[in-house]
Structures are given as structure tokens and as C-alpha cells.
């Protein structure tokens, strides 16, 4: 793989978990397995200097977005069966911050190699 395609590969990966901010109730684990599959992905990729300790900084950015993202998507879902909407916009809140901590992560994971990458052309 070129560095280019590897570089645009990166960048993809980086747009699919942006595309999460618009949040829905199924997204949480649609991001786990993009999560998953960013990781297993990087875990191929044979190198070795910098490149190869970029990448492993990103795959542990990744497992600890992964972690929240697993957790928090078994407790942070709105209620709105509650009759208070206050109650429900506080629920939707605490779901958006979620998805901020997790999508950033999971961003800022793959700007590290993708920065790495680009500052060495």
C-alpha cells in the first residue's frame, strides 16, 4: 500500500466516526464496530520506527474510546418515557457529551498517524 492510499485509508476511517455526531439510538454500537474495525486494521500494518509507535498510541486512544463507548452505550440511552422533558433533554445531553468524548477520542486517535504521515512527506 502507498503511503498516499494508506494516508486516504486513515482519513476515511477519521470522516466515518465524525459522521457519528449525528447521534442516533442505534449509533453507540455502530461506533463500537467501527472502533473494532479501525483497530484490527492497524494491528495488520507492519512497520517499525515512529510510524509503528504512532500507531500503537492510536490503537490505545482507540481501545479507550472503545471502552467508553461500551459502557456508556448500556447507560446513557435517553428516556423518554419520562414525563418530565426536562428530565429527557438532561438524558439527551448526557448522551451528546458521550458522543463528543468518544468521537473525539477516536478523532484525535487517527490524527496521530495521520499527522505523523503527513508531516513526513
Known sequence: MTKAAF?????????SITSYQNLNIESPKRLQYLIVDIITYLNKIK???A?????????????????????L????????????????????QT??????QVIGTG???LDIIIDHMVGNE
Open 7 to 15: 494516508i486516504s485509508k486513515l482519513k476515511s476511517f477519521r470522516q
Open 47 to 49: 512497520t517499525d520506527g
Open 51 to 71: 510510524l509503528k509507535d504512532k500507531i500503537e498510541d492510536a490503537i490505545k486512544e482507540l481501545k479507550i474510546a472503545h471502552s467508553n463507548a461500551e459502557e
Open 73 to 92: 452505550s448500556h447507560t446513557l440511552k435517553p428516556d423518554f418515557s419520562k414525563t418530565s422533558d426536562i428530565a429527557v433533554l438532561l438524558d439527551i
Open 95 to 100: 448522551v451528546s457529551a458521550w458522543a463528543i
Open 107 to 109: 478523532e484525535y486517535a
